[in-house]
């Protein structure tokens, strides 16, 4: 057939208006499928010039194009059969199919560029990272979990795709994770054009990179799902969101999930948002709006949002029986939509391909699956002693010598509060490193720049941002939305992409929206892609108590929540010195920290420093004695450090010598000045801010009654707050959080035990 026929088949499509949906509303049940018809809406006569212009608008797709946008459909469908059979012989052990969306994801590969633009698809999109160069052999070695496999190198489920060299981005499990950091991705994109060294600094960057993202119908309902939209609409940036609508949630169909059943509705009012529906089932309208949606990004004209109506005629995943909750009528009538049957029809009507070149095209991919399948199940699977190779950076560690100056210190000017030498090292680290990128909520100085020279400037709610902005620009330091997670989501993408995010979490206690992009994005992107992708940022958090009026949500601590999770680096400076050399190296690793910083230290007279110079770093892992003592160790950090001290030092008064140890950071932390020093005194109390069961000490004490067992003449003791939450009234306050006067007391009983 000519390649003329082949444009005119995907004109009709072309000449769909934007509402017409023909797929089958999976969410009302149809006894028999209602017949698709193509609607061409009245037009006006147009010019020679006006049908010339639209002709080039066409996509040009040749007869050998056209088969093999068939032959990735069926080998997608085939390699899920593969999979469940797989599963049924106890070979690998999950699977969950992209049946039914192959030719709206066909569709999109289509136009987007693989190792050129950016993909973050979701578990179904196993057509799209065939399409962009996946093969079925790197698929099946993941489902066997081989080592060889690119997505994770045996450390993900099936279907979570991966690709460093297609640009395709380590996938995991949550639904609507991904969002947030395809906006991050984009972003990168928008602030590399904004600031010209970046330029020359960031690798593979392209003027007119797009970014691909999709989800489910049921991601819809999370809140990132808005956050992502927001963000990428207001800043213009260059995302594509596909929405891969079979009408359920696993058992949970579309319109218990979504106000209206419709959420192309749903979006509607936001703004530089070029929105699409089609019939995901139909490869011809599918790629002609995905033809639309990918040249707006190419063409920065903002975001587009593709809401494709698809079929999902295999079960969620195998862990799921669907004939459970649908209807056999509503099965039936989805088996009518398929998108592999309806497309084969169009290629043998139009005499693309007979029925005869299909059925060898089809024995061709079948032995090819086969083949690849016995390939992969071959393939060893990784060594039992690589399951800790890269929870961290293999090629930078923060806790070498490398990061030491402490010994090579040269002190210059008055003396600075935490704040000043935080601010100072964020200062002169922007002006070392144009990647850096400082954000979060209130932290520039002004938003609106003409009003800049007219105020003072904010700078962050304790002033530690101040002036950043006037010195480094908008582009490099702005505010976000008040969304803890798109702060850290955002944060995340542009990490990916080798810029530097330093942000900000206003105040602890409101980091939870942002714990799940922490907890299963930030600290795992290394470890579950095998190295292949990371994201290296900081996490500022003012924390912790003993401010007045701070209350039950300014003032908790929590930090075991965060330090029992591999691959995250946490830091907790209790003074001006210490802070400014921990952020730097912590702005200098390749790994993600969240740096703490105590409220109530940020402007302490005792904790003030003149300044160390701009090279100065403080390996983490590094405890620092900051008491010597004989009779009595105690473990500590934070505001808690002050308040032994403060102890010790009427300890002393009763004769008995106290040794305090600062640890500084929390994860890692320096168990060898803790043995040192346990060893020397043989009692030891660990005191911290955070509530004395399942706190962070409770890892330390039961370590060191476990190894340090018999160096021991007495039993650990704790000092910590008690079980509750800090309230507002000072008595309450005081009577919660640990005090100097509950440290002395723990020294005197534990002394004289």
């Known amino acids: 057939m000519s390649d003329t026929k082949v444009l005119r088949l995907v004109k009709k499509s072309e000449n769909l208006p934007e509402g017409v949906f023909t797929a089958k509303t999976v969410a009302k049940a149809e006894a028999r499928p209602a017949p698709i018809t193509v609607i061409k809406p009245p037009q006006r006569p147009k010019s020679p010039k006006r049908r010339k212009q639209k002709e080039r608008e066409l996509p040009k797709l040749t007869r050998e194009e056209m088969l093999k946008i068939f032959r990735t459909m069926y080998l997608s469908r085939r390699l899920d059969d593969k999979e469940i059979q797989m599963k049924g012989q106890n ?275 079948d032995r090819e699956i086969n083949e690849a399948a016995d390939a992969a199940l071959a393939s060893p699977q990784p060594a039992p002693e690589t399951a800790t190779d890269f929870v961290y950076s293999p090629s930078i560690d923060p806790t070498s010598p490398d990061f030491d100056t402490e010994d090579r210190v040269e002190f210059s000017g008055n003396p600075g509060t935490m704040v000043d030498l935080i601010n100072r090292c964020l200062h002169t680290e922007m002006k070392r490193d144009p990647r850096i990128l400082v954000f979060g909520e209130d932290i520039a ?69 942002a714990f799940h992009q922490i907890r299963n994005e930030l600290a795992l992107l290394r470890w579950r892609s095998g190295n292949d992708f990371s994201a290296p940022c900081v996490i500022r958090v003012p924390v912790g108590g003993y401010l007045k009026g701070g209350a039950i949500y300014h003032s908790q601590s929590g930090v075991s929540l965060f330090t029992q999770i591999p691959g995250l680096r946490v830091i907790y400076p209790s003074n001006a010195l210490d802070a400014n050399g921990l952020l730097r190296t912590a702005i200098r690793c390749d790994d993600p920290v969240m740096f703490l910083e105590h409220k109530h230290l940020y402007r302490q007279a005792y904790n003030k420093s003149a300044y160390p110079g701009d090279d100065f770093m403080i390996p983490f892992g590094k405890a620092k004695t900051v008491r010597e003592g004989t009779d009595l160790s105690i473990i500590t950090y934070g505001a808690l450090v002050q308040r032994s001290i403060v102890a010790a030092k009427e300890a002393e008064k009763q004769g008995i010598s106290v040794e305090i140890v600062d640890l500084r950071s929390l994860s890692p932390y320096d168990w060898n000045s803790i043995v040192e020093s346990v060893k020397k005194t043989s009692r030891v109390i660990v005191a911290h801010e955070d509530s004395l069961s399942w706190g962070y000490g409770a890892e330390i004490a039961a370590r060191i009654a476990n190894e340090l067992f018999e160096h021991l003449d007495a039993p650990v003791r704790r000092v910590a707050a008690i079980d ?19 440290v002395l007391k723990a020294i005197t009983e534990l002394h004289g035990y």
């Open 91 to 365: 070979r690998i052990f999950f699977q969950i199919s992209g049946a039914g969306h192959e030719a709206i994801l066909v569709a999109a590969a289509m136009y987007l560029k693989p190792g050129y633009d950016w993909f973050y698809p979701y578990y179904r999109d196993r057509a799209l990272c065939l399409q962009l160069g996946m093969t079925p052999l790197e698929m099946l070695l993941e489902s066997v979990g081989a080592e060889a496999d690119p997505n994770s190198h045996g450390r993900q489920m099936p279907s979570h795709w991966g690709h460093k060299k297609l640009n395709i981005v380590s996938q995991s499990s949550p639904t609507g994770t991904q969002l947030l950091q395809a906006v991050g991705c984009a972003e990168a994109t928008y602030r590399i054009k904004l600031v010209k060294e970046l330029k020359k600094r960031i690798k593979n960057f392209r003027n007119d990179e797009v970014v691909f993202v999709s989800l489910g119908d049921g991601t819809t309902s999370e809140g990132e799902f808005w956050e992502a939209l927001n963000t990428a609409c207001n800043l213009r940036l260059p995302v594509v969101f596909l929405v891969e609508d079979n009408g359920y949630a696993i058992s949970v169909p579309v319109e218990v999930q979504t106000a209206g059943g419709d959420i192309s509705k749903l979006v509607s009012g936001f703004p530089n948002l070029y929105r699409q529906r089609c019939d995901g089932t139909d490869t011809l309208e599918s790629l002609a709006v995905m033809r639309r949606a990918v040249d707006n990004c190419r063409k920065n004209r903002g975001p587009s949002f593709v809401h494709a109506k698809v079929i999902r005629p295999y079960s969620h995943s195998l862990s799921d029986d669907e004939k459970l909750y649908r209807a056999e009528a509503e099965r039936a009538a989805d088996a009518e939509h398929d998108p592999i049957k309806r497309f084969g029809a169009v290629l043998v009507h139009e005499g693309i391909a007979s029925q005869d070149e299909l059925q060898n095209l089809k024995d061709e991919i």
């Open 445 to 513: 100085d002004c938003s609106r720049e003409k009003s800049l020279n007219a105020v003072k400037g904010k700078g962050g709610v304790f002033k530690v941002t101040a002036n950043l902005q006037r010195e480094f620009g908008s582009a490099r330091v702005y505010n976000s939305p008040l969304a803890e997670a798109n702060i850290v989501g955002r944060a995340i993408g542009l990490a990916t992409r080798g810029l530097k995010p330093v942000v900000e979490v206003q105040f602890f206690d409101y980091i939870w929206p």
């Open 724 to 742: 509750t939450f800090v309230a507002y009234a000072p008595q309450l306050e005081d009577a919660i959080l640990p005090q100097a006067a509950d």
